[in-house]
């Protein structure tokens, strides 16, 4: 079983408030068991961007054809995903620089319960393959258990792998009615690199989580967004460190800069 932490309490994690919670309540839920019927560890991934005042109404839109998962009473997760790199970054270079095979190495800690997960996440001519082991909250280096998880299934040596950033966000899960498909929502983004940290506290990072590609699914319709390549990996890295090379995503800080400059409704411009 996966080792527990303590898990954050209410005065730790904000809940979510407001419009949001009001229609997450509306939505009809599923429990872990039921989503485990759509894992979908190897897929085809897609993205899109949008102001996080922009959540709601996209989950009413999507209530009619998805579930939400609601656990332990709560219907958004808080995750903490910790990334392990090597000194030079080879993870982060690889995705810059557009390799067809690349891999990220990262714990997953559920601070709703305290639950880690070791995760290897590869991305094999654009489908992306995820395996994962129960494990402990990350140290200074992957535990030998994982390490060896990680020579198996990957062929990586552990042993050159380091700390390279800290995320903590909030996601709703959303699982099509058929279980054919995921879709994730991400807010409150918090990036923690070297000391240095980073919010992106007004973007939303929409997930589609897909067989195939299918950009008729009900999620992209009625997203109605363009889906566009974005790693929180490398976009948090590279703001949290902005002499790090980051020429192929300048597209991606403008759109976020965009969004950042967006007006919550009712605010004056």
Known sequence: ?????????????????????TTLASLDPVDLPE???????????????????????????????YLVLEHDGMRSQHY??????SSRLRSYHEHHNQKRRRFKVRYRTYLNSGITFFEIKRNVDGRTVKERIPSSPPGARVWPGDAAFLAERAGIHA????????????RILLVARDYSERVTIDIGLHFTARGATHRMSQVAIGEFKQPSFDRHSPAMTALGRRPVKFSKYCMGLASCRPSLRHNRFKKNFLRLRKLTAQSEPGESR
Do not use: C, I, N, W
């Open 159 to 170: 042993g050159s792998l380091e700390p390279s950033l800290s995320v903590e966000y909030r």
């Open 80 to 85: 903490r995903t910790s990334y392990f790199d």
């Open 35 to 65: 989503l485990d019927r759509a894992q979908l560890h190897d897929r085809v991934e897609s993205k899109v961007l949008f102001h996080v005042s922009a959540v709601p109404g996209a989950l009413s839109l999507l209530a009619a054809d």
């Open 1 to 21: 079983m996966p080792t527990r932490t303590t898990p954050r309490t209410s005065e730790q994690v904000a809940p979510t408030a407001g419009p949001l919670a």
